[in-house]
């Protein structure tokens, strides 16, 4: 992963993500869209995601408002926002991603210090990355999606585009 643009999260900040996380899926609970439940993680992957969009707004020298109150909306600075655990994850696609949505990996992993070091694996436009060779469902891989999953493209991290960031002044 060498050559690749990262962010450390520090404890707080992951306890900021936490509590937005937690604020998500209580809203989709309340709104009846299960927009975490139904992709079947619940807390954890809107935990993972809470901290990818931050550490993209970190990494862009934004202030993270919390995200948009449309689902279907840009997460942060015009990105659609996914965080993975898994070194080798690949970016999530969903049908109601829009075509010209430009969408960013994130991958998480944590340090000896409870940092978490969010390194930006890369970009792709939603259009691009639904190939039929990256379609999954349910039904295909129920060892990773469980039933009432949103159908989705798995795009291979070989296969994004280069992130880069912005060049942000410093503020000294």
């Keep these: 992963?060498?050559?690749r643009d990262f962010v450390l999260m520090h404890p707080i900040?992951?306890?900021m993500a936490r509590a937005r996380a937690e604020w998500m899926l209580n809203r989709a609970k309340k709104l009846g869209d299960g927009h975490g439940e139904a992709k079947g993680k619940g807390l954890r992957?809107?935990?993972?995601?809470?901290?990818a969009e931050m550490a993209t707004a970190k990494i862009h020298g934004v202030y993270f408002d919390g995200g948009a109150e449309n689902w279907n909306a840009a997460d942060v600075c015009g990105y659609q926002v996914r965080g993975t655990k898994h070194s080798n994850g690949h970016l999530e696609i969903f049908r109601n991603d829009?075509?010209?949505?430009?969408?960013l990996?994130?991958?998480l992993s944590r340090d000896s210090n409870r940092h978490v070091r969010c390194t930006f694996a890369g970009t792709i436009l939603a259009g691009e990355g639904k190939h039929d060779e990256w379609f999954v469902t349910?039904?295909?891989h129920p060892e990773f999606?469980?039933?009432g999953s949103p159908?989705?493209?798995w795009v291979p991290q070989s296969d994004l585009l280069m992130f880069v960031p912005p060049h942000v002044p410093s503020p000294l």
């Design 105 to 107: 990996l994130v991958l």
């Design 151 to 153: 159908d989705q493209w």
């Design 98 to 103: 829009a075509d010209d949505q430009l969408c």
């Design 138 to 140: 349910p039904e295909t």
């Design 145 to 147: 999606l469980r039933p």
């Design 45 to 51: 992957r809107d935990l993972l995601g809470a901290i």
């Design 13 to 15: 900040e992951i306890a």
């Design 1 to 3: 992963m060498t050559g």
